[in-house]
Every structure is written in structure tokens, then in C-alpha cells.
């Protein structure tokens, strides 16, 4: 969890003036085209700001590591000897291989297989085969170590020695964390189902942008709709009058679509009641009390965008990785429960196949739309309207800004926050 | 067991016949094809996990297989509109009878994809189907799984909502 260098990702073009390309109501469509911009993005966001790894779950044991990808860099999410998780960059310090090569396991140290280095679950350099020929000491080289800080087992890391603390990236963000952490009579989420990444012929920007825009749902996924009754019919799918559920603007780019107010029934996010799963329904009431779990079991996940590539869909939970400007990967694993039996989280896992993945009811759909999104937008592009909703924002007793769930305060959110980032020297 | 050539060949036409219809998107009829116990079964991989505690692409009993079909049907599953035109060749076909009415099957198979839908990129999909036929009382062979272990079923994968 600490810091050893602050070296920095080459050089970034400061000449890109965003507030040309962002404005409150309107966003220039070569935001999501432009390889300059993408580079300056991986610069600012994704080597500068935090970013979600992985959870903790993943690596319940000392010596366990699973693989991952921050921006382009490749790392190595890993719990050490002492049982703290550290995230290191996968590259020997020698002549830069890959020091990981599974995606999951279970190691006492990382060996290089290029020349025999080996280093330390924390990064250092133990030992150097053939040390003779070896001028320097060992301390001067090492795996590169992250800062890394975990919230609610949600395990986020950082490039920047200097960026600012989890908690104020995060802000009130925090409550959505917990909402999905609190789905667990234990208060601990579960991923161990695997994950199914899906590859999208598009900017990694529209994934958290369409994942919190209900206004898209009644037309991309109108065929769902017609085949399949699910909680989105009340909570998406009404007439614009009726629909109760809600766009949000936690802050920091964070966004929500706030489903809760359209549920009927405890438990209609899981397609289920608490007559079908009677002991969950009870371990929540005794896990949080009676009046706390039954607002849970209301309420339900959060369908939330946390900035800049995790998302907490619902049951799932997401992450957004981007690959160059016109291609990004979107990997989701079923957000199982701690504590729950297993025909719980088998209805979890089933869930979210329908919704999730190349293949399902919904995201199938997805893709191909934002994939038409990114061929529109080459060439010359245009600007692109987000002004919808602009006129009925109102904040709420809970201090967030929301408008109607299909309103762009999400989008203006992200955006807007995006800016801000980017513009940052 | 063994069995005749002629049995052979029934199945392999029934793997053929199969492919044609999932090839040129005539659901209903490739729906025909299924029995009541239907599994349609996509894992990461090899599929050496328990469904039960593992995510799969797609795990539709016959039931979600139905709705898959429908929502086919509707004509606004965006991500087959228009559908991708498509062949695939099946070969390396053994087969295997598990009891007097019953076949389990192994093929490898390459499905050419045209993405018509966006990228008007050709997709090649390389993999292995395991089927369990059975011949029904009035003589016809249905499928009651098709396991589909892409080659790389675990890696990251475009839109698969046709019948893979």
C-alpha cells in the first residue's frame, strides 16, 4: 500500500481545450473519436485519478492474485503475507515481462520466467539468478507498487503518489457502496462467479453513460420488454407521466438511476418476493433489524456509474476497461451474497445472464447500438444535445440533484465531472 | 456403444440440418428442434464449472430458450437487425449411444459471422458442440443440450444474440 515512485506516463498534450468540447448542454461528438484525447485520458483519469481493480473477495487467501488492466498497464491485484492486498504493476524491472501470466491463482513470490527474477507479494526484488554478473543492489529495482485503498471490499488503486484520498474521490458515493454491500445479511459481497467480458466496437465513455440513461430503454430494449416482465416495466418502461424512478448526480461523476421508488414489493429487483426466499428475508431482518431490512429488501441495489470505469449494476457488478479510442471491454460478474444460501445466489447468477454479457436480453442490444453510436462519429462529427431535463432538475432531501429517470442529469454528471478532470493540469 | 452407418449418418444430418437453420436465422423452425429438457448452454470456456456457483455467456433452460426465441421473433432485437448472414462447417463428428433412445455427440465447428449489424466485420467463431439427441416415439430426433465451448469462450466476445 505504498508508493515508490511518482514517475509519470510520458507526456500529455495540455492543448486540448475541453471547455470547447463540453458545455452544459451539449458535448462535441470527437470526444469519443479522437486518439489524442484518448491518450490525454489515460494520462488524467486513468494514471492520475483512481481507479477500481477488483474486490477483495477475489483473493480471500495470502498468496492470491488475480489479473487485471488499468488503463494499459497491466497489474497484478495480489494479497500478501500479512493478508494486505497490493497491486502491482506486471512488469520485471529487468526487461519488462509480464511476471504474472494466469489470470488467477495462488503464488509465494513472482517469478519472472524470461531471466529467473524474483520478487516479493510486496514488489521487492529478492533474488537475481547469477548475482555475480549483477552490478547493483537489489533495493534499486523492483515490481511497481500502487497505492491502493479499499472501501467496503472494493478495492481501488492509484498511479499518483499525490492523488487525492479514496474518500474524497468517492464522496457520497459511499452510500451506494454500501447499499450493495448491505444486500448481504453479512455485509459482504461475494465475487466468485467468474467474469464474462464483453467487447464493444466502441468509446469506453458511452458504457457508464448508457448504463445510467433510462432514456434509451423503451427503444433499444423494446423487444425485452415485449417478451419479459421484469422490475424495469414499472421502473423504466411506464409512460413518462407515471414513471417515479429517478436520475441522480451523487457528484464526482457519480450517477444513479434510482429505480427504488417505482418497487411495489420487497425483493421485485431480483424478480423474486420474500415468500420465495423466507430465510434471506429473515437473517436481513435479524442481520440489520426489522425496519433497516426492510427498507434494504425495498430499496434494492443501486444501479450506479462510480467514476470513472466501475459500475454497480444492480445484482452486477462492472468493469469498464478501454482499449483505444474506438474499442473498449466491459467485464461483469454476478454480484453473489455472503451469508445467503444458495438458491439465492443461483437466482443471482441466472439473473444476471439474462441482463448481462454478449448474449443477453439486454446488453447484446447495447453493444450493437453504441457500436452504431461510434461509426456515426467518425469523420467530421457534430455536437450532441444534453440538455434534456436541464429545466426540471430539482435537489432532493437527500441533498442529491436528480431529475426524471429519463433526463440526462447522468450524463451532464459525467460529463460535466469529466471536464474538470481533463482540464486539470 | 457403435452404431450402423446409416444411424451415423441420420445424426449427422440432424447436426446439419441444425446448423442451416441456425445459419440463416429461421428460429421458429430451429425451435422445432428442441425438446422440453432443453439446455442451450454457453460457459467461459470448457465449461468445467458448476453452473450452479459459476456465470455462464448463456445458460437457457427451455423456458429463458423460449423467451430467447421470442424476443427473436419480435423483429426489435436491434442486435439482429438487420439478422448477420452466416455459415458455419461442422466436422470431427463422433457419436455415441448413451441407451436405447439417446446420443451424445461431438463436433468442432467454424461459424462465419458477418456483423451486418455495425461493424460489417466478418466474426470468426471457432469451437466445439457437445449435443444429447434422442429419437422420440413417433421417430424424430431432438436436442434435449447444446453445449457450445467456444475457443475463446473467455475472452472478450461482441454480441452473440444470434443462435450460436
Known sequence: ?425 | MTIPYEEYAEIRDFLYMEARLADESRYSEWEALVDNDMLYWVPRGEGDFDMSKHVSITSDNRKRLKTRIAQLNTGERYAQVPVSPMRRMISNIEVERTNETEYRVLSNFVLYELRAQSTNNVEVWPGRIEHKLRRCENGEIKMFLKKVMLVNGNEPLPSIAFII
Not at chain 1, 461528438?29 to 481507479?51: C, H, N, P, Q
Not at chain 1, 498511479?159 to 468517492?170: A, D, G, M, R, W
Request: proline share 4%; aromatic share 10%; net charge negative.
Open chain 1, 1 to 425: 500500500m505504498n508508493v515508490i515512485d511518482n514517475v509519470t506516463h510520458g507526456s500529455s498534450s495540455n492543448d486540448i481545450d475541453y471547455g470547447d468540447l463540453i458545455e452544459t448542454d451539449r458535448i462535441h461528438g470527437s470526444l469519443y473519436t479522437r486518439d489524442d484525447i484518448f491518450a490525454d485520458e489515460l494520462e488524467k483519469i486513468f494514471y492520475s485519478g483512481w481507479v477500481f481493480v477488483g474486490h477483495a473477495s477475489e483473493i480471500p487467501k495470502k498468496n492470491d492474485y488475480v489479473r487485471r488492466t488499468i488503463g494499459q498497464e497491466p497489474v497484478v491485484m495480489l494479497r500478501n503475507k500479512k493478508g494486505d492486498i497490493n497491486v502491482l504493476v506486471n512488469r520485471c524491472a529487468h526487461r519488462g515481462n509480464m511476471v504474472c501470466v494466469h489470470d488467477r491463482g495462488s503464488a509465494k513470490f513472482l517469478k519472472c520466467l524470461y531471466h529467473g527474477w524474483i520478487y516479493s507479494l510486496d514488489g521487492e526484488l529478492l533474488d537475481v539468478p547469477s548475482p555475480g554478473g549483477f552490478p547493483k543492489d537489489k533495493s534499486e529495482l523492483r515490481l511497481r507498487s500502487l497505492r491502493t485503498q479499499s472501501y467496503q471490499g472494493f478495492v481501488f488503486a492509484s498511479f499518483n503518489e499525490n492523488v487525492i484520498s479514496l474518500e474524497e474521490h468517492l464522496g457520497r458515493a459511499t452510500e451506494l457502496l454500501d447499499r450493495s454491500a448491505h444486500m448481504s445479511p453479512t455485509g459482504k459481497i461475494d465475487l466468485s462467479a467468474g467474469w464474462v467480458r464483453q467487447k464493444f466496437s466502441a468509446n469506453w465513455k458511452m458504457l457508464p453513460e448508457n448504463d445510467t440513461d433510462g432514456y434509451h430503454v423503451d427503444f433499444v430494449h423494446s423487444s425485452f420488454a415485449k417478451v419479459i416482465s421484469s422490475h424495469y416495466d414499472s421502473a423504466i418502461l411506464e409512460s413518462e407521466a407515471d414513471l417515479k424512478s429517478q436520475t441522480k448526480d451523487w457528484g464526482s461523476g457519480h450517477t444513479e438511476l434510482y429505480l427504488s421508488p417505482s418497487y411495489e414489493r420487497p425483493l421485485q429487483w431480483l424478480g423474486s418476493a420474500p415468500d420465495r426466499f423466507p430465510e434471506y428475508t429473515a437473517d436481513m431482518k435479524s442481520a440489520y433489524g426489522e425496519e433497516k431490512a426492510d427498507n434494504i429488501l425495498m430499496e434494492g441495489p443501486p444501479h450506479s456509474a462510480i467514476f470513472p470505469n466501475l459500475f454497480l449494476g444492480e445484482m452486477n457488478i462492472v468493469i469498464i476497461q478501454p482499449i483505444n479510442a474506438n474499442e473498449c471491454v466491459q467485464w461483469h460478474t454476478p454480484m453473489l451474497l455472503d451469508g445467503v444460501s444458495d438458491e439465492v445466489n443461483s437466482k443471482i447468477i441466472r439473473q444476471s445472464e439474462a441482463a448481462m454479457g454478449p448474449s443477453a436480453f439486454l446488453l447484446a442490444d447495447d453493444g450493437i447500438i453504441s457500436e452504431r453510436q461510434q461509426i456515426a462519429l467518425q469523420g467530421k462529427s457534430d455536437w450532441l444535445d444534453l440538455s434534456r431535463g436541464l429545466e426540471r432538475e430539482t435537489i432532493g432531501d437527500d441533498g442529491i440533484l436528480a431529475g426524471h429517470i429519463s433526463d440526462e442529469t447522468t450524463n451532464r454528471s459525467f460529463w460535466h465531472h469529466y471536464r474538470d478532470v481533463m482540464s486539470a493540469n
